[in-house]
């Protein structure tokens, strides 16, 4: 498989196999694995499997439509590439690689504010607007300076994760010294040293840090002074009334992602959003918290047609995007998805991934019966009565 071409891997996880060979250790553990005992990131995966959609047959299914709109958006097919931070360490100038294969496949790619390659950077080498995920970091200055800039980017919409108030431990994490840069224990300098594909793409890459807080440190230039900043910048007083204050200094569409509760959907869709994000955090967040699957249902029922709902967490195939459709989503992320191709072999790679999902999804929609992606709801999912 490690020999195989990008245009023939046939599903993710054959691409997540080649990205775990040619990505360091630390690295490919940061986007692979969950918090605590990964309780939930398993939880994502087996719920959605659990999910059996209605074989219909009979039915003209000769013309079908992929295409919709994700928050206002025109999109080919209800995906969107979710805000991930450190593509750039998964392969040299990633966030430029993944929003340009995005741009190609016509579907929104967002930046992370914690990613290697900064707006600018981005801003630069894309021609089309792309989404910017904020972080409410304590340092409302920094914030204020972020938002600033987004605007200057010309960016489309802006994704509040509101989900990342405490940071989650992730034990491989700890355990792998994980850092931007790298720290050179001598497990790290092994791996790094086994994969010299991955490190040229690296060393040519515009940036080895934190591109959006380049300058705004003091002392950036040290990997310990950029730990400490970060991790003391995650807010635990963040609340609804932060979200306001984007609103008075964010003019255009607003994404709220890490939403997961019925009560607090109901709350969002009264902040008059674009959208909300049902999401876990990929399991990465509240270990022991539901799968983002079994979550979507109540949500969709508390918010109605108040505001549309994005799913994320978990998506693997074009089957799982289908099953989220099902349950009352509008679109879908991927994350870990899109980072296994960019691994296993840069734009390439992330542009397979989508091609991977888009023919999933079109032959599913099939054999359920249905012509287009809007039609997709509860009738579906097997046992549902039609």
Request: aromatic share 6%; charged share 20%.
């Amino acid at each position: 498989m490690f020999g195989t071409s990008i245009e023939d891997v046939t599903c993710i996880e054959d691409m997540r196999e080649i990205a775990r060979r040619r990505v360091p250790r630390a690295f490919f553990q940061y986007a692979d694995h969950g918090s605590y005992t990964q309780s939930t990131l398993r939880a994502n995966r087996a719920d959605l499997d659990g999910i059996k959609l209605r074989q219909r047959v009979g039915i003209d299914v000769g013309l079908r439509d992929l295409s919709t709109t994700i928050a206002g958006e025109p999109a080919s097919l209800p995906l969107a590439l979710a805000p991930v931070g450190l593509c750039g360490m998964q392969f040299g100038d990633g966030e430029i690689l993944a929003g340009r294969a995005a741009r190609a496949a016509g579907i929104p790619f967002c930046l992370s504010t914690m990613s290697i390659c900064s707006v600018e950077d981005v801003a630069s080498a894309i021609s089309a607007p792309f989404w910017f995920q904020l972080y409410m970091m304590r340092d409302r200055g920094f914030v204020r300076e972020m938002i600033d800039r987004v605007l200057a980017a010309q960016c489309g919409a802006l994704v509040v994760t509101l989900d990342l108030n405490m940071l989650g431990q992730r034990h491989c994490d700890i355990k792998n010294g994980m850092s931007v840069p790298p720290r050179l224990t001598l497990a790290n300098l092994v791996s790094m040293a086994a994969r010299p594909a991955w490190a040229l793409s690296v060393l040519r890459g515009k940036r080895k840090t934190f591109g959006n807080l380049d300058g705004h440190i003091a002392g950036a230039d040290s990997l310990t002074s950029v730990a400490q900043w970060v991790s003391a910048q995650f807010d635990p007083t963040l609340s609804w009334a932060d979200i306001e204050w984007v609103r008075e200094r964010w003019p255009g569409r607003i994404i709220l992602k890490g939403i997961l509760d019925r009560e607090d959907a109901k709350i969002a869709a009264g902040l008059g959003v674009s959208a909300i994000v049902v999401s876990n955090h990929g399991g990465r967040q509240l270990d022991g918290a539901p799968s983002a699957i079994s979550a979507l249902p109540a949500v969709a029922d508390a918010v109605g047609s108040e505001v549309e709902i994005i799913f994320d967490s978990g998506i693997r195939s074009g089957q799982d995007v289908l099953r989220a459709l099902a349950l009352g989503a509008r679109s879908a992320m991927i994350g870990r998805a899109y980072l296994y191709g960019l691994g296993a072999g840069g734009q390439r790679g992330v542009a397979r991934v989508i091609e991977i999902i888009r023919s999933e999804l079109d032959v599913s929609m099939a054999l359920t019966g249905l012509t287009s992606v809007a039609a997709a709801g509860p009738q579906i999912v097997a046992g549902s009565g039609g």
